[in-house]
């Protein structure tokens, strides 16, 4: 069975700054991998996925993502942070698509100070 | 707003009464999900129905639990006999006939036993 591993439970930042959100994955055979990013007082969004091909992927609101499959990471990246960027922050996989029973980290919760 | 919708937003209960969530989905989308979300940890997997088929079922779904989804639209949950272990929020997710993997979450309905 596969798993997600989110080793910081919460990250601070300050605005402008650089962001790195990290996600390790188990899993036998070439995982399908998500983040997705859960606002206060909102539904889970999608911000990118990864399912083959160039292994650095971009995604929505200047969010990208890289896939190493020698260290089974799917790191979360951001060059520069806004306020808005507050949120709790899910890395997940998948076995197969089609039937999208995902298995989530248990998040890494990002704060952003002036 | 063509959003997935759950109702209630929250929900008070009593240990031993019986709750009932519902859940609908983006009018397109022929699959639904139903998620379980505790304190501190990520989405986990409850069941999976693709139009009015009920195609997997987590072993976190005890018999106390059971969900629908008539004619293939919208979605229930409903909890027998709650405990308080079943305090959490209850997330519901729908896709498309694609393999995107794309999940579109509601806001979530969430049920403290008191």
């Known amino acids: 069975a596969q798993s997600v591993t989110q080793p910081d439970i919460h990250i601070t930042v300050s605005e402008g700054a650089s962001l790195e959100l990290r996600c390790n994955y188990s899993?036998?055979?070439?995982?399908?991998l998500f983040w997705y990013v859960q606002s206060p007082g909102q539904g889970l969004q999608l911000l990118l996925k990864y399912f083959s091909g160039d292994t650095l992927v971009q995604g929505i609101k200047g969010f990208e993502a890289e896939f190493k499959r020698s260290q089974s990471s799917f790191n979360l990246r951001k060059p520069s942070v806004h306020w808005s960027d507050a949120a709790e922050y899910f890395c997940a996989v998948a076995a197969r698509l089609g039937n999208e029973k995902l298995t989530f980290g248990t998040g890494t919760r990002l704060t952003i100070i002036p | 707003d063509t959003g997935v919708s759950q109702d209630p937003r929250h929900k008070i209960t009593k240990r031993g009464q019986n709750v009932t969530f519902r859940c609908d989905p983006i009018?397109?989308?022929?699959?639904l999900y139903w998620y379980r979300q505790t304190l501190g940890q990520g989405p986990e997997f409850l069941t999976y129905?693709?139009?009015?088929?009920?195609?997997?079922k987590s072993r976190l779904l005890s018999d106390r639990f059971s969900a629908e989804r008539p004619k293939g639209s919208f979605s229930t949950l409903e909890i027998q006999r709650t405990e308080q272990g079943d305090s959490a929020m209850y997330l519901c997710?729908?896709?498309?006939?694609?393999?995107?993997?794309?999940?579109?979450f509601g806001e979530g309905s969430r049920l403290t036993v008191l």
């Open positions: 997710a729908s896709s498309g006939t694609g393999r995107t993997g794309e999940l579109f």
């Open positions: 129905f693709q139009n009015e088929a009920q195609l997997e």
């Open positions: 009018s397109e989308h022929n699959r």
């Open positions: 899993y036998g055979a070439t995982p399908y």
